[in-house]
């Protein structure tokens, strides 16, 4: 099917010059009856230092065919009235002609304005159907993820990186679909993600009791009809409904860390709360998150708040500590916006989601927490606790403090092993490159959890070393030694040591990496 940036276009694209003078504020009132979001979207452009726009109209195609179709069905009066394409260009041309001359790289992003109207919902007006803009490039802005999307321009092809971006209608979409829309398309093609598509799974789930049985769209998804299309699209997953009664994850695991648990392995997350309104109604809203700020020296970390407990025994710094903002969409202001860490207060938090790569069974949470006991038996170690190393013996007196920082990352057994292969150390030694009987002993799909101190985080971003789990398979509640691989520390690397080697946890071989070395850093 195909996607709305490749519409065909109709009549001569007509071209608006971005320097000053021009207002963006009378473009949207005057052409968009002052729709919020689109206001937003023009003012992402010039924070980009946009030179030009370009608009043309475009067909009813693929997706938006699609869309209009659904609504048709429910809305017989319904009528679309305007559909553009809109993109923003960091080069300043002055005739259409000039268009074939532009390339990818000096596209900003761009927006597909659909307006819709039915008489009989009272409903007319402009919402943005979707829209990607080119990432703010600021040093601790971090988009693990971000995907090509193409767009066709007077019939020449482009492309853009980034994240989509969609806003609800009222129709036959609300923000929750938006939101699923926005974060299936990092890892479905978008051609295959149709609103049609996602109501369709929606309207076979059965109703919770004491709620309509009708499923209508425009209200929005509940908890059971999200995760019904998650599967619906086979995208695996871990949530956390908060209003669920009697769930001991609600109460162990703050919606913080599992939403930064999608985002930090790139696959990204959503989040489901309530706000009051100024009219005091409670409104239930749903927003996509895919990125965070970083802050290095957020005083956070070093207040006993920040630890993150284990059972009874161990507590770490979550590397979630230092982050300041998600970075995410909100349907109805627009795109690319930093939401505080800590704004939302627990008891708006209704709803946490992170989605999870392809072939992994459990989130970056249950990651760390895993790898925390683990950490916790290989501190009794002899080989380790015995080493001469100075940064083993740093780790043991941050550990004492319960001051060790651990971040989980989900990746391949190759990206991995690629890792070690470009790993130096702070003396420039190096990982011996025959590793492939370690590439033959790893899973497909790993979990990496990093353990760092509070001084080299943040700051150098450098880790001691990492625990590799299993991500393949579920881990039993009990810790039996089957999901941990291999771990890594200043001059010591540790295996499974296998039944055989009786009551021995651990197989212990010295490394030639000896200090600290780089993060594995996914941010783009």
Request: hydrophobic fraction near 35%.
């Amino acid at each position: 099917m195909k996607e709305a940036g490749l519409a065909t276009g109709t009549g001569l694209p007509r071209l608006f010059s971005l320097k000053a003078l021009f207002s963006n504020f009378d473009f949207v009132d005057e052409h968009f009856a002052k729709e919020i979001a689109i206001r937003r979207l023009f003012s992402l452009a010039r924070s980009r230092k946009a030179q030009t726009l370009i608009v043309e109209d475009i067909k009813a195609e693929g997706v938006l065919l699609s869309e209009n179709r659904e609504i048709h069905k429910k809305y017989p009066d319904f009528r679309m009235t305007g559909l553009q394409r809109l993109s923003f260009w960091s080069r300043p041309i002055s005739s259409p002609s000039q268009i074939a001359s532009l390339n990818s790289g000096q596209l900003i992003g761009y927006f597909i304005a659909k307006r819709d109207t039915v008489p009989s919902e009272d409903i007319d007006g402009w919402h943005v159907f979707e829209s990607v803009f080119k990432k703010y490039e600021h040093s601790h802005n971090c988009v693990p993820r971000q995907i090509f999307y193409s767009l066709k321009i007077a019939k020449k092809l482009f492309e853009i990186k980034g994240v989509l971006y969609g806003q609800q209608n009222q129709l036959n979409k609300a923000c929750a679909q938006v939101a699923l829309r926005s974060l299936f398309s990092l890892h479905i093609p978008l051609r295959q993600i149709t609103y049609a598509r996602i109501n369709k799974i929606a309207s076979k789930v059965k109703s919770d009791p004491g709620q309509p049985s009708h499923y209508d769209p425009k209200k929005g998804l509940s908890v059971k009809r999200i995760r019904a299309v998650l599967k619906g699209f086979n995208i695996g997953f871990s949530d956390i409904d908060y209003s669920e009664e009697n769930n001991k994850f609600a109460r162990e695991i703050p919606y913080q860390k599992l939403i930064y648990s999608g985002i930090e392995s790139g696959c990204g997350a959503l989040l489901g709360f309530k706000m009051e309104t100024r009219k005091g109604k409670t409104q239930h809203h749903s927003i996509p998150f895919f990125g965070h700020t970083f802050n290095q020296d957020t005083w956070v970390a070093n207040a006993s708040s920040a630890y993150f407990k284990v059972g009874g025994t161990t507590q770490y710094l979550p590397s979630e500590t230092w982050l300041s903002s998600f970075i995410g969409h909100d349907d109805n202001f627009g795109s690319d916006f930093c939401v505080p860490r800590l704004y939302l207060k627990p008891q708006q938090v209704k709803y946490a989601l992170a989605i999870l790569p392809a072939g992994v069974k459990y989130d970056g949470v249950r990651a760390e927490t895993i790898a925390s006991d683990y950490l916790y038996s290989l501190m009794q170690d002899k080989y380790l606790s015995k080493s001469s190393s100075k940064w083993v013996k740093r780790f043991y007196d941050s550990a004492e403090k319960q001051e060790v920082v651990l971040r989980a990352i989900s990746l391949s057994n190759e990206e991995y092993t690629n890792h070690l292969l470009t790993m130096r150390d702070w003396d420039n030694h190096r990982f011996p490159p025959a590793i492939s009987f370690l590439t033959e002993m790893l899973k497909k799909q790993l979990w990496m959890v990093e353990i760092s101190l509070p001084e080299i985080f943040p700051i150098n971003k450098r880790k001691l070393g990492e625990i590799i789990l299993d991500a393949t398979a579920k881990p039993k509640s009990k810790k039996d030694y089957r999901s941990f691989l291999f771990a890594r520390f200043p001059s010591i690397v540790f295996f499974p040591a296998g039944k055989e080697r009786g009551k021995s946890k651990f197989l212990a071989y010295p490394s030639s990496i000896e200090s600290h070395t780089e993060l594995y850093l996914k941010c783009q």
